[in-house]
């Protein structure tokens, strides 16, 4: 196991944080940590957040009930990014699709896609 000490954060004090689903692999979204953040997720087991554009920390599903329950954080091998493997209760995207990425914006046998 890493230290968090050794995790690269940006200037803002931030790193992304990629989140799949433990279960089945579908990549669910992506976000910013802090290293409140990645405490709070680490005390509580649920995704907490640093919210770049209201500037606060935010806990996934707080006023949804979707959370993002944690069950481990790898770092990658630069340690300036983190994947979380989580079990999502509900959907993780705040349109209520499963994944933030549901939109093609292409592929390799027809081009961009509308």
Request: proline fraction near 4%; glycine fraction near 8%; hydrophobic fraction near 40%.
């Amino acid at each position: 196991m890493i230290e968090p000490k050794s995790l690269k954060f940006d200037a803002r004090g931030l790193i992304p944080a990629v989140l799949q689903d433990v279960e089945n692999g579908q990549i669910l979204m992506v976000a910013w940590m802090d290293e409140t953040a990645l405490r709070l997720t680490q005390e509580t087991g649920e995704a907490h957040f640093w919210s770049r554009s209201r500037q606060t920390l935010w806990h996934k599903g707080a006023t949804s009930g979707n959370v993002q329950r944690v069950r481990e954080i790898w770092a990658d091998c630069d340690g300036d990014t983190l994947l979380l493997m989580v079990d999502p209760a509900g959907p993780a995207c705040h349109t209520g699709a499963q994944s933030c990425f549901y939109r093609r914006l292409w592929d390799s046998t027809g081009g961009q896609k509308p």
